[in-house]
T-cell receptor, first 113, second 116 residues
């Protein structure tokens, strides 16, 4: 079956630096990927998504890169701020026509002031 | 605009008790979902619904039932609570897949449930 995993459970970055959070998936029949941010005591918050017909998508201070050849997804956050400290999840929908999101286990990003 | 609202926020149950978690969304989303989140395991899908009156099983459906009588509400029931159901439960909703493909799911802030 499909699975999604994050490379590192924790990541610490100096405030103002860029951060990169990585994610790998095992099913090549991927359709759609999402990055979520979850702060303590809150639900996952949508950050950015990307469809399988794209390699890159940019938002405000965030960029998602999708490499279908090596089944790898990354989230880049530019000029990190203290408010970026949270757990970040990648999630994917596998098999076209499916509504089910499969989540990775999350990376805890800590911004060092 | 409240988005996705879950009630209650916290609850403690004894083994064998029953309860219903309520999820309400005001975004006119067609699809709704229930997940559970446990330490080190990410979010796992319990049940979901693609429209009023329809439900389907997710990854971990055993011990739970759901109902979608109104488009804006999705109820999760525990008929006989077990300690293994201690978790944080999240509800989410999204627009239907449509011509452009899948749409992002938007989450509530969760219900923290402890079964003693």
């Amino acid at each position: 079956g499909e699975s999604v995993g994050l490379h590192l459970p924790t990541l610490s970055v100096q405030e103002g630096d860029n951060s990169i959070i990585n994610c790998a998936y095992s099913n090549s029949a991927s359709d759609y990927f999402i990055w979520y941010k979850q702060e303590s005591g809150k639900g996952p918050q949508f950050i950015i998504d990307i469809r399988s017909n794209m390699d890159k998508r940019q938002g405000q201070r965030v960029t998602v890169l999708l490499n279908k050849t090596v089944k790898h997804l990354s989230l880049q956050i530019a000029a990190t701020q203290p408010g970026d400290s949270a757990v970040y999840f990648c999630a994917g929908i596998f098999n076209f026509g499916n509504e089910k999101l499969t989540f990775g286990t999350g990376t805890r990003l800590t911004i060092i002031p | 605009n409240a988005g996705v609202t879950q009630t209650p926020k916290f609850r403690v149950l004894k083994t064998g008790q029953s309860m219903t978690l309520l999820c309400a969304q005001d975004m006119n989303h067609e699809y709704m979902y229930w997940y559970r989140q446990d330490p080190g395991m990410g979010l796992r899908l319990i049940h979901y619904s693609v429209g009023e009156g329809t439900t389907a099983k997710g990854e971990v459906p055993d011990g739970y039932n759901v109902s979608r009588l109104k488009k804006q509400n999705f109820l999760l029931g525990l008929e006989s609570a077990a300690p293994s159901q201690t978790s944080v439960y999240f509800c989410a909703s999204s627009y239907a897949r449509g011509e452009v493909g899948n749409q992002p799911q938007h989450f509530g802030d969760g219900t923290r449930l402890s079964i003693l």
